[in-house]
């Protein structure tokens, strides 16, 4: 037993890590930040608090949430030279591939990062990798539309400064709507940290090598881009696009279970839960409002996807795997109603799930550490001798 949650022996065995940051249960449907529930959260706090949270252990005071906020504010900007990297892409590469990139070029603005050995340095890599990522993600959507970067703004929220920098223009201002705010700091918030999961597992095994805190969240990006994993949400839109119309929904979910089709259900489905993903259930709550405040509560994609998530909960197929809604199943409906193209839908997870990598990078690189070493069955040939020639 952690003196938290008492696991079998045969699980200890296996764990990769131990860590302090977050608690899922699968079975029951569980998902605790530094034991806080994600749903208690999601409903009083905020997405920068969350970073807080996360990052130090403790909810701040009032006090320690101003001087962090405006901690954060001061490094939202990025050094005008690192504009010139985005010059290097075709303006329809894909904006992951761009922000991979710009990511990993970080380190060369930042030497003093490579100091991880000094608390302080590490700090201020957070700090300025939580400020400048939404910069970021922004700069990778405005140089695929050939419109000019727009600066971050002091006085925006979090999530706020986002949508300005996404949606703003040099001749006018975008109005911020506080649904559509609210909603995505929602978003950022239900996707900051998921305990071991394969992009966070990349993070720490990159950390694990001593290298360079951005190094490390540029590994985490890439690994993040899979559809099986970040990428999914791009995919269940792609998904909702294909099947197109709730006459076809039958076809889509018999080509699910057909063992000899490659195709799965977008969306559903994960390697810990096997109860509702906690998260998908605030998200729906969030899709719900954002489509009722704009008239779309009978939008097609919206009933595509209540009536599979109905036969999620029927279906034998789908009951016998316990395969139910997950984190991305309705976050594109939203992303997609308040105007963001869905090739920017897994770079906003990336840079909502930053917290989340630079939080368990810094407990892990705290602690006393070994570079990571994953074992492996070695089924090849046997020890053999070359042939004379
Ligand atoms: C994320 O790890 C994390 O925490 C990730 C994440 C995070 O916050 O970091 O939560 C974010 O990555 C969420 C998952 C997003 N991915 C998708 O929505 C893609 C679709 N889902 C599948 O690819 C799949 O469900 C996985 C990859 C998510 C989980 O795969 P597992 O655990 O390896 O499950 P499995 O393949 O062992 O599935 C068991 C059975 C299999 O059938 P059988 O061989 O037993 O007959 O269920 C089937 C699978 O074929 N199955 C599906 C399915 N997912 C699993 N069948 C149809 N549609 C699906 N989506």
Redesign the pocket.
């Known amino acids: 037993s952690t003196g938290v949650f008492t696991y079998d022996p045969g699980f200890m065995a296996t764990a990769s890590c131990e860590s302090k940051i977050t608690f899922i249960d699968g079975g029951k449907g569980i998902l605790l930040h530094r034991g806080y529930p994600i749903d208690q959260l999601a409903a009083k706090s905020n997405y920068l608090e969350l970073c807080y949270l996360l990052l130090n252990g403790e909810l701040p005071t009032a006090e320690e949430y101003q001087e962090f906020s405006e901690t954060i504010n001061r490094h939202t900007m990025v050094h005008e030279q690192l504009t010139q990297f985005f010059k290097g892409f075709r303006r329809d590469a894909h904006p992951m591939a761009v922000m991979c990139g710009v990511v990993g070029a970080l380190s060369a603005f930042y030497h003093e990062a490579m100091d991880i050995s000094d608390a302080y340095h590490r700090k201020v890599s957070a700090h300025r990798l939580i400020a400048k990522m939404p910069t970021i993600a922004a700069m990778c959507y405005k140089y695929s539309t050939g419109q000019p970067f727009v600066y971050p703004r002091n006085d925006l929220s979090y999530a706020e400064n986002f949508l300005h920098m996404m949606f703003a223009t040099p001749c006018e201002e975008y109005k911020i709507s506080p649904v559509f705010a609210k909603a995505m700091d929602r978003i950022f918030m239900l ?1 900051a940290d ?2 071991q ?4 597992s990349t993070v720490r095994l990159a950390g694990s090598t001593g290298a360079n805190p951005f190094a490390c969240i540029a590994a985490g990006i890439a690994a993040l881009w899979g ?4 990428g ?1 949400n791009e ?2 839109l792609t998904m909702l696009d294909e099947i197109g119309d709730e006459s076809r929904i039958d076809e889509f979910v018999a080509r ?2 057909d ?1 000899n089709d490659p195709f ?9 839960y096997r109860n509702f ?1 906690p998260r998908a259930k605030v998200m729906k709550e969030t899709c719900d409002e954002v489509l009722a405040e704009l008239g779309l509560s009978d939008d097609p994609q919206l009933k595509i996807a209540k009536r599979l998530e109905q036969i999620a909960l029927e279906d034998e197929y789908f009951v016998e ?1 316990q ?1 139910y809604p ?4 309705y976050s594109g409906i939203i992303l997609k109603a308040i105007g963001i193209p869905t090739n920017m839908f897994t770079v906003i997870f990336a840079m909502s ?1 930053t917290i989340g990598w630079i939080s368990h990078w810094n407990e892990m690189i705290s602690n006393d550490y070994k570079i990571g070493r994953p074992r492996q069955l070695y089924t090849g040939a046997p020890q053999r001798d070359l042939p004379n020639r």
């Open positions: 996707h998921h305990e999961n394969a992009s966070t559809p099986a994993h970040g999914a995919a269940v699910a279970k063992k799965k259900l977008m969306g559903f489905g994960h390697r810990v993903d795997r395969l997950n984190v991305d199943f799930r």
